[in-house]
């Protein structure tokens, strides 16, 4: 850092502060003259404060009547009948409350709003009242200026019950605060004549806004004056003392500070250029200022530690650049890096673009119910073996990337088709080879594999293979294909629009037609303060004959079948039944999860809001996957902000799982978050990833989001996550998922 190098010494200064207190002398007189206004400056800022104390405390009483008054209209069974039915209000307004007694005579308006802020009908033209109320001011007060005259509004929220739930609208009540202040309060400080409101006509403020906008006169104090003299007399005396004073005081700063910084100054020169230093400070012996010394010595010491500090730069950044860019779960490269590679082929500078690209796509098939079923311990240790398999079948010098879950990517630069098939068969072989059953898991663990191929170097075409891959992967998941499939135009025309029928594809759409068999089982969420359940997941099962269906087998057909939408439609159907019929506990709720096409849907955003009713009794929670929010955000955001503002809560659902995790918190209306498995399973350990998920957590709960934690199967689990700072925790620990009768 670079300081402008001062222009005068410090010798300097002290030779210009004696002339400087020659001229004083001469002008003592002066100078005390100056002093006293000075003190008259204090006197007049004391009376400021005062007089502004005194009008503080008017605004609070005339404040506190207007609140009392509307206390008095929002339990008044005529009001709620008025926003009820307000076929007579404009009787009710100019009359009947009039007649009731309930507002004094300073009230000179009176005005009912819906729930909407707007009024409930046309205000008279004489009352003045906003027809809006103006947002952030429930309940609050708003001071306005009407061609000189102060006007104080107060707007109230007006509710159905004694116990606040149900809010039928607001009030609003205008007086006029300048003669309401003169009635009630006498200033002891203030002119009342001078009392103005400085601004344009019409405009609203809130009180603190007010007060610092009203104007008024203080009133003069007698004792001022008595003041000033005595002051007078005291400056004279401390004139004499001064002139003693700074004189010892200059001779000090010559012999005593001056010098020594001078040295300092010399010494820190050298340090800043990088040289050796050899200068020494110049201290004073007998009544020297040691502290110098002290300074010195800790400047050389700093200078050393950043010369150490400076050397271990680089590779603390790569160390940086390792955790931010690797897997924490596999240790290979993360979706963070995947982007900055894919972005690096777009480039516009890159001198040597590559003449082909294979994008090679992994997904572990059914790796959901090796999960649900062995537990996230053991599916953490599948993940592990499935990126190890890969990451060795791959060519030397090619990464390896987590995209998010059970997928994983590489991108093959210069390589033939007939290369990258190779490579794609070598990861199915490696992964034959691998004994899952070491962990437990019964089932082979196979992994389908989608290729798509550029060779033309054109980066129109480059955009297109993570879809090509995707369709290709999709396709080589079908029953009955190889398990390694190549993109072409048939695959994306054709290939992904059949299935072969199969049970679990009649089961689903059987479901779609009939609701009822659709088997709905819930799933406790606990708070974890009260430690009592908050409210329960519902998680979707199909009863198919004697044979249940789980979502592992349900959700493929769905995906593949494009059925997101009528699938969660029947879906919210039998979740309404339930609550119609209210068969959850009142006072708790469900949440609910809603797929990626089916939040940007208007036939499943009516079907929510059709859901809004039961929001009275139960709480309900729309669990929203991170990934389903990256299409169409903008209408996304739209119908999630539509259903926050009827009493939705919005969870984003496996945090951690996916991209950006924190660019969707800081632009989506989310007031829950829900974290994924693998990064509960961090907080177990004591090593960097578990500080960097505790970190997360405080930052996240800061905001202000409440936080849920997923999977949490044993008492460590529930110590660690309830020590982090979640709000709510799921998992087997408290209960496991079951049919309303077992639960």
């Not at 409930?120 to 027809?131: Q, R």
């Amino acid at each position: 850092m670079h300081f402008p190098k001062p222009p005068y010494s410090i010798a300097q200064y002290a030779i210009s502060f004696s002339l400087v207190l020659g001229l004083v002398l001469l002008a003592i007189s002066s100078w005390t003259l100056h002093a006293l206004n000075q003190v008259d400056q204090q006197i007049t800022a004391t009376n400021q404060q005062a007089a502004r104390s005194d009008l503080t405390e008017a605004i609070a009483e005339v404040q506190h009547k207007a609140e009392r008054s509307a206390h008095d209209i929002a339990i008044w069974d005529e009001t709620r009948q008025q926003l009820a039915n307000p076929t007579y209000y404009l009787y009710w307004r100019a009359e009947r409350i009039r007649e009731s007694g309930l507002i004094p005579s300073a009230i000179e308006a009176v005005e009912l709003y819906d729930v909407n802020k707007k009024a409930i009908s046309k205000p008279a033209p004489t009352s003045l009242m906003p027809p809006v109320i103006p947002d952030h001011t429930i309940p609050g007060t708003l001071i306005s200026n009407d061609a000189g005259k102060i006007l104080l509004y107060y707007f109230f929220p007006i509710y159905a019950d004694e116990s606040q739930q149900i809010l039928l609208g607001y009030g609003g009540l205008k007086m006029n605060f300048l003669a309401e202040l003169e009635r009630l309060h006498g200033f002891r400080n203030i002119d009342l004549r001078s009392i103005r409101l400085d601004i344009p006509s019409q405009r609203y403020l809130n009180t603190a806004q007010a007060l610092g906008s009203i104007r008024y006169v203080p009133l003069h104090n007698p004792a001022s004056d008595a003041l000033r003299n005595i002051i007078l007399a005291v400056m004279l005396r401390f004139a004499l003392v001064l002139i003693a004073t700074v004189s010892l005081a200059y001779w000090l700063v010559i012999w005593r500070v001056a010098r020594p910084l001078q040295s300092m100054s010399r010494y820190i020169d050298e340090l800043h250029s990088g040289r050796q230093t050899t200068s020494q400070i110049i201290l004073p012996g007998k009544w020297g200022v040691t502290e110098l010394e002290k300074v010195r010595a800790s400047l050389a010491d700093y200078h050393s530690r950043l010369i150490d500090a400076q050397m271990n730069l680089e590779n603390k950044n790569q160390e940086f650049w390792d955790q931010a860019h690797r897997d924490t779960l596999t240790g290979i490269y993360n979706r963070r890096a995947f982007d900055k590679d894919w972005d690096l082929l777009f480039a516009p500078g890159l001198v040597k673009r590559p003449r082909s690209v294979a994008f090679i796509l992994f997904d572990c098939d059914h790796f959901k119910p090796i999960n649900d079923t062995y537990g996230h311990q053991v599916g953490d240790l599948v993940l592990r073996g499935i990126a190890e398999s890969l990451n060795m079948a791959l060519r030397s010098g090619d990464k390896l990337y987590r995209l998010g879950g059970d997928e994983f990517a590489t991108l093959l630069y210069d390589a033939e088709l007939s290369q990258a098939r190779l490579v794609a068969e070598r990861c199915q072989d490696l992964l034959k080879r691998r004994d899952f059953t070491q962990h437990g898991v019964k089932e082979p663990v196979h992994v389908s594999i989608g290729i798509a191929y550029s060779s033309d170097g054109d980066t129109s075409n480059l955009n297109k293979l993570h879809k090509q891959a995707d369709i290709a992967m999709y396709s080589a998941k079908r029953p009955g294909r190889n398990k390694i499939a190549v993109y072409s135009q048939e695959l994306s025309t054709a290939g992904m629009t059949t299935l072969v029928a199969n049970q679990e594809t009649s089961a689903v759409f059987q479901a779609i037609a009939a609701p009822h068999l659709l088997e709905i089982h819930y799933q406790p969420v606990v708070n974890l303060v009260t430690h009592k359940v908050d409210y329960h997941e519902a998680l979707v099962r199909i009863r198919h004959g004697e044979k249940l269906i789980y979502p592992f087998e349900i959700f493929p057909v769905v995906e593949a079948r494009r059925l997101e939408v009528e699938f969660d439609m029947a879906v919210l159907s039998r979740i309404e039944e339930t609550l119609t019929r209210k068969l959850l506990p009142q006072g708790g709720g469900v949440s609910i999860n809603i797929s990626g096409p089916s939040i940007v849907h208007p036939d499943i955003n009516a079907k929510l809001m059709q859901l809004a009713p039961h929001i009275a009794y139960y709480k309900l929670v729309l669990e929203i996957t991170e990934t389903a929010l990256i299409t169409q955000i903008e209408q996304a955001t739209a119908n999630l902000n539509q259903l926050r503002q009827v009493g939705f809560h919005i969870a984003l659902d496996d945090f951690g799982s996916g991209y950006s995790s924190l660019g969707y918190l800081s632009s989506m209306p989310v007031d829950m978050v829900k974290f994924d498995i693998s990064m509960i399973r961090q907080l177990v350990g004591q090593d960097r990833q578990s500080k960097v998920v505790k970190d997360m957590v405080r930052m996240i709960q800061d905001a202000g989001y409440q936080l849920v934690a997923e999977g949490v199967e044993t008492e460590l689990i529930m110590e660690k996550v309830s020590e982090a700072g979640f709000t709510h925790a799921q998992g087997y620990w408290y209960g496991r998922p079951a049919a309303l009768q077992a639960a």
